[in-house]
């Protein structure tokens, strides 16, 4: 039910173009995946969703077991049916939140207990727990549950958490039966070379329909993470879809892509949507400025997305200024819409052997400017 086929090649770097197939379909990579924590992209519909070309999107394992729970949505027919939406579906484990719940929780060899941040009770995530959860929810794709320790730390408190998340990888593969449901194993290891190398080591041996880089963006500098995705991304296997997590961003998406990743994901599109602000090329607009007030030209008009075929900045200026949700949810669909052109407009860079480190659409003179 799952395979992955790499159709091209960069002639210049390690950027590849590939498609993951999966029960509820194909997706082509490199490729970003929008962010639905509780089965539901904010402020976006799975309709509205389809316009923006997603192919893949995620949801959250802890976040769907605290509400609904995932009885209720197994009820309902699965995560798929229970949110209206055909295409293919990840899950993370419930592993980011080891960390960024870091003062709800502790940690140890057999799983992590919570304090529920709704009502104060307990909850304990074990790695069987966690595939537990993620079979009844009825993704594509779950995730093995892993400790992703936070930046900065000691060498010693890096391997411990690599340690741990090996051995709960081992405890996910002996729990998941569902053969409908790829389980990835993600790799750690810090800003240490050799404990990052021993972990794609580690996880790779399981032989996995996927694999995923966690533990970026969690606070280090900027060249460290860029250093990470140099260094580790080339050894992970090239067989299978490799997986950046939590990564949304123009410069480390082509940097990553150019060293071989595949997939990627990250809140950033609907949180700045929220925030009143737009993705258009490489910068970042405010619409609440008041240079946007008098300015009807559409947002981008090289855009195909609802925000840029219908309306003006000064329609959205005078949303996103008075507080109207409509404002919010076209920003978000433009941002989803602006980082899926972006890897898509890097595709067809890879295919013509124009794509590079630096790549930017905007300023290209290659075929994908025009897909941009």
Not at 12 to 39: E, I, K, W, Y
Not at 325 to 342: A, D, E, M, P
Request: aromatic fraction near 8%.
């Amino acid at each position: 039910m799952f395979s992955f086929q790499v159709k091209a090649n960069c002639p210049n770097t390690r950027a590849r173009v590939g498609c993951f197939n999966t029960p509820h379909g194909s997706v082509d990579t490199p490729r970003f995946m929008p962010v639905g924590t509780l089965g539901t992209v904010k402020g976006v519909s799975s309709r509205q969703l389809l316009d923006t070309s997603a192919q893949m999107i995620l949801a959250n394992t802890y976040h769907l077991h605290l509400q609904p729970g995932e009885d209720v949505v197994k009820a309902a027919g699965g995560l798929h049916q229970f949110m209206g939406w055909d295409g293919p579906i990840l899950t993370d484990s419930g592993g980011f939140q080891v960390f960024s719940l870091a003062e709800l929780n502790q940690v140890n060899d057999d799983g992590v207990s919570f304090r529920n941040p709704r009502d104060g009770s307990q909850i304990y995530l074990t790695p069987e727990k966690a595939i537990e959860i993620q079979m009844a929810l009825g993704s594509d794709v779950a995730m093995a549950l892993d400790q992703c320790p936070p930046y900065p730390a000691t060498e010693n408190d890096v391997e411990e958490a690599s340690r741990r998340t090996h051995a709960w990888l081992e405890r996910c593969v002996e729990a998941h039966q569902k053969s409908n449901q790829a389980l990835f194993g993600i790799v750690q290891g810090g800003c240490f070379s050799h404990l990052r190398a021993k972990s794609v080591k580690t996880v790779s041996g399981f032989d996995l329909p996927g694999i995923a880089l966690g533990g970026v963006s969690v606070g280090e500098p900027i060249n460290e993470m860029h250093k990470i995705v140099r260094q580790i991304a080339p050894l992970l296997p090239e067989e299978k879809p490799r997986y950046l997590m939590g990564i949304g961003t123009f410069k480390e998406m082509t940097i990553a892509i150019a060293n071989g990743i595949d997939l990627f994901d990250c809140v950033l599109p609907t949180r700045l949507g929220r925030h009143g602000t737009a993705l258009v090329r490489d910068e970042r607009w405010n619409l609440r400025n008041a240079c946007f007030r008098n300015d009807h030209a559409p947002l981008d008009k090289t855009c195909p997305c609802e925000a840029c075929r219908n309306y003006g900045r000064s329609y959205l200026h005078h949303l996103i200024r008075s507080g109207e949700l409509l404002g919010l949810t076209l920003l978000s669909l433009h941002n989803i819409t602006t980082l899926i052109r972006f890897t898509t407009a890097i595709t067809q860079a890879i295919v013509e052997g124009s794509f590079s480190e630096d790549f930017a659409p905007w300023q290209s003179d290659s075929k994908a400017h025009h897909t941009w």
